[in-house]
């Protein structure tokens, strides 16, 4: 079974610093997909960027970036000019590839999450 | 466009009864996933539908179900609630059943268990 782990429970930024969250998976398959999703205290999860395994190339969505470290198993989130807004729990999440009979598979395993505090 | 309404919002029940949690995804979307997410456990997959039937299952009890309706709303059902079941029960839905599909939340169901 893969497994999802984050590091850091909690982390703390200043407004306009980059800070970057730790994500180690475990998994036997080549081909996968990650995920980092975004927590706002009033709970709606919400996607923030992912990245297909087969891609070498980083993903980056406007002021988050990630790098992917195949090999190492990492996948880690950079967050830019960190804004107010930012302040949030942080979940990296993986996914299978769909069932080879064609069947949906779309569960995700999460990580425990990182709180994300931004101060002014 | 609507995004995904979960109710009832908060609830709270007693050992022994049993719930029933509805989900209405975005409309379009036909694969409804349930996510438990608890301090102790986190996030942690219930099962997800497609098109009415069940893809795929986590590692839960028995006494936790669920079903997918033809408009692809979706409800889960706790049966003999424990003090353990007291989670935010997560619904999200997606168009795709493959790929990398954005999964969209919604707020979620907060149960209390007393």
């Known amino acids: 079974a893969q497994t999802v782990t984050q590091s850091q429970p909690e982390m703390s930024v200043q407004e306009a610093e980059t800070v970057t969250l730790s994500c180690t998976y475990d998994t036997s398959e080549s081909d996968y997909y990650l995920f980092w999703y975004k927590q706002p205290p009033s709970r709606q999860m919400i996607l923030v960027i992912r990245q297909e395994a087969y891609k070498q190339q980083n993903a980056t969505e406007n002021r988050f970036s990630v790098n992917f470290q195949k090999a190492a198993k990492s996948f880690s989130l950079k967050i830019s000019d960190s804004q107010l807004g930012d302040a949030a729990m942080y979940f990296c999440?993986?996914?299978?590839?769909?069932?080879?009979?064609?069947?949906?598979?779309?569960?995700?395993?999460f990580g425990k999450g990182t709180l994300l505090t931004v101060n002014p | 466009k609507a995004g995904v309404t979960q109710t009832p919002r908060y609830l709270i029940k007693t050992r022994g009864q049993q719930v029933t949690l509805s989900c209405s995804p975005i409309s379009g979307h036909r694969s409804v996933s349930w996510y438990q997410q608890t301090p102790g456990q986190g996030l942690q997959f219930l099962f997800e539908?497609?098109?009415?039937?069940?893809?795929n299952k986590g590692n839960f009890p028995g006494r936790f179900s669920g079903r997918q309706f033809s408009n692809s709303r979706s409800e889960m059902n706790v049966s003999t609630l424990e003090l353990g079941d007291s989670a935010l029960y997560l619904c999200?839905?997606?168009?795709?059943?493959?790929?990398?599909?954005?999964?969209?939340f919604g707020e979620g169901s907060r149960l209390t268990v007393l």
């Open positions: 999200a839905s997606t168009k795709q059943s493959t790929g990398t599909g954005e999964l969209f």
């Open positions: 999440a993986y996914r299978s590839p769909p069932g080879r009979s064609g069947g949906s598979n779309y569960k995700l395993t």
């Open positions: 539908y497609f098109s009415e039937t069940q893809r």
